[in-house]
């Protein structure tokens, strides 16, 4: 057994069943050791990925490959991974909770997210989904004190059981037909399978798992469950979350449909492609309405889903490639953005968007980040999420589906409208009279000014990362 | 295959209790009827240890704490009526589509190769779903969905244990209302209920 | 199935049912003679010689009684519950060897009803359908005491159910077999107790705990339940309950004399009276235990299952699987 193609994961793992049994024997003043020790075996985990191979070499009986997207999705999840640990801190210690328990969990959710991005195999896709979700699920919940997090928790729980049901109902059926759980052999047969009478079959397991993984990344219209859990969750999970367990969702997706159903892709195009611009647009136009900035920015995120969707349905090499540019672009206006949040959650500043007022004269810098952050999701020039929305709309055009690059310079344009009425009461609404003081933890400020300098590198110097994402998407479409 | 039909009909019917039975414990029972039928079509495909481990596993352990957590919280057998949401048309929904499904798939079974797996029934005939062709297939190919399935389950402890256990400062203050407040309607048994039990009288010193 | 016609296994069954009904009967007996003797007293003598009839006299009893339901009652499950009981304590025993394959010429008789040649799991996996009958019988009685029997019946099988199965896989480890046949013709020389001491232990415990007799009968303590999950019950379905513990106490005896103490193997003489010795001498055990220890307390019977047994019981599997690796008894 080749073991050495899954080091980081079971670094990571170790790392977590490590922290599950120190837990109880650390005391809670010593509890920031245990987060210090995450943070450890994420950097140690990224190490060990870079020695990987990345030769496209199949590994574990077929269960995982190791190529150019194995690497960077698994560095992209170990990024966020890191970036969610080091806001967490501050975040858990003021209320109290547990750390040792959420960063074990951390750490086996991107284990999971991990092993689903370099799945050769449905099985192991399907076991790292799950690894993900129910690590997820608890992640949700984990505020015990605060009624809303179960109430997130539950609803994220029934949502996602349904969607692994759905997902596995369609695997199970792909299954039958192709008689053959290798994702690099599927297309093929269930092409075949389609000149059969029974062909129908085809396209009710294609719908399924299609379904089920828009259910998993919050694509409209399976996004309901969405905004109420990343508005219950803890504030660094939903971070987490809309970053990993979402790409983790496209990473399962180019796996999956990308190579795996790549002989059908002419049909499941326009589907993928319809449902991008559905997504985006009911995001962005919910979005509109929202008060609490955590529910704005889910809506968002959905938004967001909806750009990357589009650069999969197009089921081009350059559309996945502009995908996984955008997916980075896409984690670190995120975080930056939750990163702010939590600063400014630490000392009880409340989570509605009338709390923002005059932040710009309070906190200027605050201010200024959390408006960077908003102009990269927007796509203002010189930020990184501009030169993802023009990656996506290239690819979309290229693809011949030019109404679908109109869609997203449509909705950009919607969404100007929320992320500037946060704006407006960060900088003109005046201060309110019983305004705290506000003070980023150390971990805090260091995740921001990363995130700060990734929004603004990629904006300015993206040829590194666009070369990057090109290699990475070299053997998606076959 | 006169077994595989009678067994499956059963299979089928015990789903259809599942849903349709309006008592969940009644619901539990019609799921294990269901779960021991899959575990005896296992046996009929051979597939021996892994129809008994169903049984180990499905009938005897998780159900049992279905079980047990439903006649914890609904220990009255009447079902309240008020709590049962009416069906409004997915029902002929449900059917319709089931209907669908499974007529393709007959369509399949009939007409092509549809059960012709390419993989997977390796080892041979003789060897095939014994323990030992099983346990060389979880820990051989199958190593990394195993040990990934193990790490869920222990994440799922975890969890369990996060989220239920420990911190007695917290109890009942952050808990939400209506658990710590169970209505009457949650609550074991009304003592009204509970009749004088008879004195058992049977051999003595039992 | 090999050989064997659907009639030959029916006859085979109704042979094993109709013993196993005749040992409850007089195992009965001896239990309360055995009782009666620690107690200083004589135990029933009233019926027949030496008390020998009293079975008979039960068990018109029994069947003579008002078998009555509460109004409340989940009437299906109600009737169902002891069936179950007893319908899953009769088949876990089935393939329960009673001795080696006896040869008559070209014909062989396995004392067995059927060798599906992992038998022992297949015991586990019907034995573990047993709490069923008390759990449900429990819940669809709908009072109370019937009620929390049910519930701690239900949690102490499930909790030491576990500790059970790792001792019982520690002789699989030891043995490489989850064939009983095989299990104890590799018990020639050296019983599995020897070097498997702490699983025949904790096996032991857990035998006691699994089948809810004394001092881990909490699911009918009559002290604080009035008599646990069978309250509602009289008559024969009351029986049926009374029947299922008793086989499947010989079920666990049979189990432990198999896995751990060798079996049907013996310094001389036929094999199968050895294999009954064991199982008398297992069963004299359990009544020993009943008749010296109290009851054991809810909350400390839960503590141990899983603070105690569980642990333990996966050392002693790492160490069986080091005996193992180290060489074994070959």
Redesign the interface.
């Known amino acids: 057994?080749d073991f050495g193609a899954?080091w980081p994961e079971i670094i990571l793992?170790g790392v977590g069943?490590l922290l599950?049994l120190l837990d109880p024997f650390v005391g809670a003043k010593r509890q920031r050791a245990l987060g210090y020790l995450a943070v450890g075996g994420i950097v140690a985990a990224g190490i060990a990925t870079l020695f990987e191979p990345r030769t496209g070499e199949v590994a574990?009986?077929?269960?995982?490959i190791l190529d150019p997207l194995s690497l960077f999705f698994r560095l992209l999840f170990l990024s966020a991974a890191l970036l969610v640990t080091l806001f967490s801190f501050g975040f858990l210690q003021e209320r109290d909770q547990?750390v040792g328990?959420f960063m074990?969990?951390l750490c086996?959710a991107t284990?999971?997210a991990m092993?689903m991005a370099i799945s050769w195999d449905i099985?192991?896709l399907?076991?790292?989904l799950?690894?993900l979700s129910?690590?997820s699920?608890?992640l949700v919940?984990?505020l015990?004190?605060?009624?809303r997090s179960?109430?997130a928790?539950l609803k994220y729980l029934l949502n996602g059981a349904l969607a692994s049901a759905l997902l596995l109902f369609g695997l199970s059926l792909i299954y039958?037909?192709?008689?053959?759980?290798?994702i690099p052999v599927l297309g093929r047969q269930l092409a075949a399978?389609l000149g059969?009478?029974?062909g129908?079959?085809v396209w009710?397991a294609v719908g399924l798992v299609l379904a089920a993984l828009a259910f998993k990344i919050a694509a409209a219209p399976f996004h309901l469950w969405a905004p109420d859990a990343y508005e219950g969750a803890p504030t660094p999970v939903t971070g987490y979350l809309m970053v990993v367990a979402e790409s983790a969702g496209f990473a399962a997706l180019i796996r999956l449909v990308s190579t795996g159903m790549g002989p059908l892709s002419t049909e499941w195009g326009i589907w993928l492609a319809g449902l991008a611009i559905l997504t985006m647009t009911v995001g962005n136009v919910t979005a509109l309405w929202q008060q609490n900035i955590k529910r704005m920015l889910a809506y968002s995120s959905v938004a967001q889903v909806g750009y990357i969707l589009a650069g999969i349905a197009v089921a081009t090499r350059g559309g996945v490639g502009s995908t996984l540019f955008y997916l980075i672009a896409y984690l670190f206006s995120t975080l930056g953005c939750f990163a702010v949040i939590i600063a400014l959650s630490a000392r009880g500043h409340g989570e509605q968007i009338a709390d923002y007022a005059g932040l710009g004269r309070r906190r200027p810098w605050l201010a200024g980040l959390l408006t960077l952050f908003f102009a990269s999701y927007v796509g203002i020039p010189a930020t990184a999420g501009f030169m993802g929305k023009l990656g996506l709309i290239g690819a979309a055009i290229h693809g011949d589906m030019a109404w679908l690059a109109v869609g997203i310079a449509v909705n950009s344009a919607i969404s100007i409208g929320y992320y500037w009425s946060v704006a407006r009461t960060m900088w003109i609404d005046p201060v309110p009279e019983a305004a705290g003081a506000i003070r980023a933890s150390a971990g805090g400020s260091i995740s921001l000014v990363l995130s700060a300098v990734g929004v603004v590198l990629l904006g300015l110097v993206p040829q590194m990362f666009f070369h990057l994402s090109q290699w990475a998407s070299a053997g998606v479409i076959r | 295959m006169i077994t595989f039909f009678i067994v499956a009909a059963v299979a089928v019917a015990a789903a259809i209790g599942v849903i349709a039975a309006r008592n969940a414990v009644h619901s539990v029972l019609w799921l294990v009827v269901h779960l021991c039928s899959l575990a005896v079509l296992y046996m009929t495909l051979h597939a021996e240890f892994l129809g008994l481990v169903q049984i180990l596993i499905y009938a005897g352990a998780v159900m049992i704490l279905f079980l047990f957590v439903l006649s914890l919280l609904s220990a009255r057998s009447a079902p309240n009526a008020a709590a049962w949401e009416q069906p409004r048309g997915q029902t002929g929904l449900a059917i319709a589509a089931a209907a669908v499904v499974a007529a393709l798939v007959l369509v399949g079974a009939a007409v092509g190769n549809i059960a012709a797996p390419t993989q997977g029934a390796a080892g041979g005939a003789a060897a095939f779903g014994t323990v030992q062709t099983f346990g060389q297939a979880l820990f051989g190919p199958y190593l990394l969905p195993f040990e990934g399935t193990a790490l869920a389950l222990l994440t799922a402890i975890v969890g369990a244990v996060a989220l239920s256990a420990g911190h007695d400062d917290a109890a009942g203050r952050g808990l939400p209302a209506t658990v710590a407040a169970e209505p009457a309607d949650g609550a074991p048994i009304d003592v009204s209920h509970a009749a004088p039990a008879e004195p058992v009288a049977t051999g003595g010193d039992r | 199935m090999t050989g064997m016609t659907f009639g030959y296994v029916l006859v085979r069954s109704v042979i094993l049912i109709m013993l196993l009904m005749g040992a409850f009967a007089y195992f009965m007996v001896a239990e309360r003679k055995v009782l009666g003797y620690f107690q200083l007293r004589w135990g029933p003598v009233r019926v027949g010689p030496w008390g020998l009839l009293q079975p008979i006299a039960d068990a018109l009893k029994m069947v003579a009684k008002e078998d009555s339901a509460p109004a409340t009652a989940d009437n299906l499950i109600f009737h169902l519950a002891p069936a179950i009981s007893l319908f899953v304590a009769l088949g876990a025993f089935a393939v329960i060897p009673l001795g080696p394959t006896l040869h008559f010429g070209s014909f062989t008789l396995p004392l067995s009803v059927s060798d599906p040649g992992s038998g022992l799991l297949f015991v586990l996996a019907i034995a573990s359908l047993g709490v069923y009958g008390v759990s449900l019988g429990g819940w669809a009685s709908q009072s109370k005491y019937p009620l929390l029997g049910s519930l701690r019946a239900s949690a102490q099988m499930v909790s030491y159910e576990l500790a059970l199965g790792m001792a019982v896989i520690s002789t699989v480890v030891l043995t490489g077999s989850l064939d009983l046949y095989k299990i104890v013709g590799l018990q020639v020389h050296l019983w599995a107790v020897i070097p498997d001491i702490l699983g025949f232990l904790i096996f032991l415990i857990c035998s006691v705990a699994e089948t809810n007799r004394a001092p881990f009968d909490l699911a009918e303590a009559e002290g604080e339940l009035v008599a646990g999950f069978h309250t509602e019950y009289s008559g024969f379905r009351f029986a049926n309950f009374v029947i299922a513990e008793y086989i499947n106490m010989f079920t666990m005896a049979a189990l432990g004399s198999l896995l751990f103490l060798g079996g049907w193997n013996g310094p001389f003489g036929p094999s199968f009276w050895w294999l009954l010795l064991k199982m008398a001498a297992y069963l004299f055990f359990f009544i020993w235990l009943r008749a010296t220890f109290p009851r054991i307390r809810y909350d400390r019977l839960m503590n141990f299952g899983w603070k105690v047994l569980v642990p333990v019981a996966f050392l002693n599997l790492i160490w069986i699987s080091v005996f193992v690796a180290l060489g074994g008894w070959r």
Not at chain 1, 60 to 64: D, E, I, K, Q, T
Not at chain 1, 144 to 147: G, L, N
């Open positions: 057994m899954v793992a069943m599950v574990l009986a077929g269960m995982v547990d328990e074990a969990l086996f284990t999971g092993v099985i192991s399907y076991v790292g799950e690894l129910i690590s699920y608890i919940a984990f015990r004190d605060e009624r179960h109430e928790g039958g037909l192709t008689g053959t759980t290798a399978a059969h009478p029974y129908g079959i009710l």
